[in-house]
Structure formats: structure tokens, C-alpha cells
């Protein structure tokens, strides 16, 4: 069975702080690897999406991501935060024939201005 | 740009009665999707849906529940028996290739 870890519950920065938000995720076949967010009061939106190739994918509002197959990791960055970014972000997994996504805790993000 | 709605966005209920959460997925996607988040806890996989049958289900989706898809629009989760502990936020989600897209959630409260 698949299963993902977010190690940060909850993590507060001032703006234009560098992030990352650590995933780890345990299933030794092949994955498909995605970063959610909820900003307050809205839905899940998709904020990257890793599938193959480069492992280091680019997402919506200049977050990034980097899949380290060896660590079996995928940490979401960005190098600048705004307050904007103040929402709840998911690391999710499927793969190995599963359809539905696995998700981590969550991890609570909040930027002082 | 097309989303996936949710109603209502909160139900309440009584312990032992059957409730159904609706879902209208974006038009032109195959693959249906429900989830649940109990209070403080993982977004859970519940089940899977695609050509009008069930394609996954996690140990969490037993008899009590149900899926359907009564038309070409909506996407049904029912309830039969509700327990306190089908407290949750419910997220229905469907995809055409290979993003699932989120509804905005319905709130069960069993009491």
C-alpha cells in the first residue's frame, strides 16, 4: 500500500522567505506524484504534477518541485513567498494500477506580512 | 473555466438516516472520484468511478455506501445507515487525463 508523509504540519514565514515543504512517500513501483493546495475557504486545486522525465517540474504561481526517486521524495519549493501563498498545501500519490490519490497530513502554511 | 460542484455544500443529519451528496463533474470528464476528510485528519480515498461502474474502492467504502450516476450530469455518493463517524468533508473529484479536479466539498454533520 501506498502512503505519504508531510513531516511540516505547520510552518509560518515572513514574505518573501524561501519554502520547502517536505513529501516523502513509500510504494516501490512506479508513481505518479502531485502537490494540492486549498487556499482558505476554496477547493483542492492542482499546484504540479510529476509523471516522468525531469524531475524537476514547475508549477503554477512559481512553485517547484523536485522528485528524488533515491529518497523516494518530493519537496515543493519556492524561492520567494508572498502572503497570498498562506493556504493548506497536499502531497498526493497514486500509481502501480491505483487510481485514487494517496494523500499526505497536509501542511499548514501561513505568511506574515 | 469548468468546475466540479458540490450540494449541498452542508448536510446535517441524524444518526441512521440515508443521505446522498450530490456532484456535477466538469462535462467532458470519464473518471469519478470520492473522497473524504475527517476533521483533522488525511484526505481519504473512498472510491472510483468510469463507465457507469466501480472501478477502485478503498477498505473505508463498504455497504453503507453506495455511488451512481443517475444521469449525464451527476455523480451521486449515498449513505444507507449514517454513523457519528461519517463525519467528514466529502470531495467528489473527476478527470479526463491525468489531473483530478476538486469540488469544493460538502460538510456531513451526523448527529
Known amino acids: 500500500a501506498q502512503s505519504v508523509s508531510q513531516h511540516n504540519h505547520h510552518v509560518i514565514l515572513s514574505e518573501a522567505a524561501s519554502l520547502e515543504l517536505g513529501c516523502n512517500y513509500s510504494?516501490?513501483?512506479?508513481?505518479?506524484l502531485f502537490w494540492y493546495v486549498q487556499y482558505p475557504g476554496q477547493h483542492l486545486q492542482l499546484l504540479l504534477k510529476?509523471?516522468?522525465?525531469?524531475?524537476l517540474v514547475k508549477g503554477i504561481k512559481g512553485f517547484e518541485a523536485e522528485f528524488i526517486k533515491s529518497k523516494f521524495s518530493f519537496n515543493l519549493r519556492k524561492p520567494s513567498v508572498q502572503w497570498s501563498d498562506t493556504a493548506e498545501y497536499f502531497c498526493?500519490?497514486?500509481?502501480?494500477?491505483?487510481?485514487?490519490?494517496?494523500f499526505g497530513k497536509g501542511t499548514h502554511l501561513i505568511i506574515q506580512p | 473555466e469548468p468546475e466540479v460542484t458540490q450540494t449541498p455544500s452542508h448536510q446535517v443529519t441524524q444518526m441512521g438516516q440515508e443521505v446522498i451528496l450530490r456532484c456535477v463533474p466538469i462535462s467532458n470528464h470519464l473518471y469519478f472520484y470520492w473522497y473524504r476528510q475527517i476533521l483533522g485528519q488525511k484526505v481519504e480515498f473512498l472510491v472510483s468511478?468510469?463507465?457507469?461502474?466501480?472501478?477502485?474502492k478503498s477498505e473505508i467504502f463498504d455497504d453503507q455506501f453506495s455511488v451512481e450516476r443517475p444521469d449525464g450530469s451527476n455523480f451521486t455518493l449515498k449513505i444507507r445507515s449514517t454513523k457519528l463517524e461519517d463525519s467528514a468533508m466529502y470531495f467528489c473529484?473527476?478527470?479526463?487525463?491525468?489531473?483530478?479536479?476538486f469540488g469544493p466539498g460538502t460538510r456531513l454533520t451526523v448527529l
Open positions: 510504494y516501490g513501483g512506479t508513481v505518479n
Open positions: 498526493a500519490v497514486n500509481g502501480g494500477g491505483a487510481d485514487g490519490l494517496t
Open positions: 510529476y509523471f516522468s522525465g525531469d524531475p
Open positions: 473529484a473527476s478527470r479526463n487525463s491525468d489531473t483530478q479536479y
Open positions: 468511478f468510469y463507465n457507469n461502474e466501480i472501478s477502485e
